[in-house]
């Protein structure tokens, strides 16, 4: 049984001017951010493998811009079906999805330091799990909405375990700081993923938000994922590689990666990307050598003598 033809319209599914208004509030936070991350991602003297984490960053907000850009500036909804009736959505937004989800994900591998077996099936599990829920959404056929939800949930599992278990056991490996800021950005990231869940319940799947609401709880939610995500990421791991903790106190170790004495002395690090130091290159992340050997030996952090 098809619903199509038999829909009635709903006029409280269109976007107003409200909806309008976050769309670009929602362009302009991720393009600031996304300016921010690509500036940062040239000027950084830092190792290439710790340039990547800047370059993603700068994707995931980039196209979440160019999304919000593209929703602002014209019609690009189309029609959800329900039971006898129709709702638009924004589709341009699970072409974003399916493109900043795995990118996303491998940003918080990377971080954990986790085998890039975990990183390639978590990658495919979101992107497989934003195409269900898209289908669910466009679907006309009898009752299909909830048992696709379904399935992009169960598709979700992968991602949650992930999450939770496998790159947080690998974090804590390199170094409990670097474990500690990953519960910070990791669960993080694992609470915003379910509260899309429960908005496309209540938006997409149950009809029960108008479009301007789904509009507004989706760009709160994009730009905690994205533009908040990106910026604790980047100076908490700086802090790790300057002081030895994310939470930025000083760090006078021997075996930590900020070779500039005046950072160490004066409890300052304002010129630890651009001052020349040709003996050293400079990492945004701790030195993994000393890291794996002291979690390997169970020994602590060599520190120099007062």
């Not at 992930?162 to 974090?171: D, I, K, N, S």
């Not at 001052?275 to 060599?302: C, I, K, M, W, Y």
């Amino acid at each position: 049984m098809s619903l199509v033809g038999t829909s009635t319209y709903n006029p409280t599914s269109q976007v107003s001017s409200y909806g309008t208004t976050s769309l670009w509030i929602g362009f302009a936070f991720t393009v600031f951010a996304s300016l921010v991350f690509f500036f940062l991602s040239y000027v950084r003297n830092v190792k290439p493998e710790a340039r990547l984490t800047y370059y993603l960053v700068t994707l995931i907000n980039a196209i979440t811009a160019l999304a919000y850009l593209i929703m602002a500036f014209g019609d690009v909804t189309i029609y959800a079906h329900g039971v006898g009736t129709t709702r638009a959505f924004e589709w341009v937004r699970y072409a974003a999805w399916a493109l900043v989800a795995p990118v996303t994900v491998w940003i918080l591998g990377l971080l954990s330091g986790a085998h890039w077996v975990d990183l390639i099936w978590v990658s495919f599990a979101t992107i497989i799990s934003v195409g269900a829920l898209f289908a669910a959404a466009i679907s006309t056929g009898f009752n299909a909405t909830w048992p696709l939800f379904a399935f992009g949930i169960f598709a979700g599992i992968p991602v949650a375990i992930a999450l939770v278990f496998t790159f947080r056991r690998a974090a804590y490996k390199v170094h409990p700081e670097i474990g500690k800021l990953y519960d910070v950005v990791g669960f993080g990231s694992l609470i915003a993923y379910v509260a899309y869940a429960i908005t496309w319940g209540v938006s997409e799947g149950g009809f029960v938000t108008t479009v301007d609401q789904e509009i507004i709880i989706y760009t709160v939610l994009d730009i905690f994922t994205k533009v908040v995500f990106g910026f604790v990421l980047i100076w908490s791991r700086e802090a790790i590689a300057r002081y030895g903790t994310f939470l930025g106190h000083i760090n006078t170790g021997v075996d930590f990666d900020f070779p500039i004495a005046r950072s160490t002395y004066t409890s300052s690090a304002a010129n630890y990307a651009t001052e020349p130091s040709p003996a050293v290159v400079l990492g945004e992340h701790r030195d993994l050598a000393f890291a794996q050997l002291h979690t390997a030996t169970n020994t602590g952090l060599t520190t120099k003598s007062a």
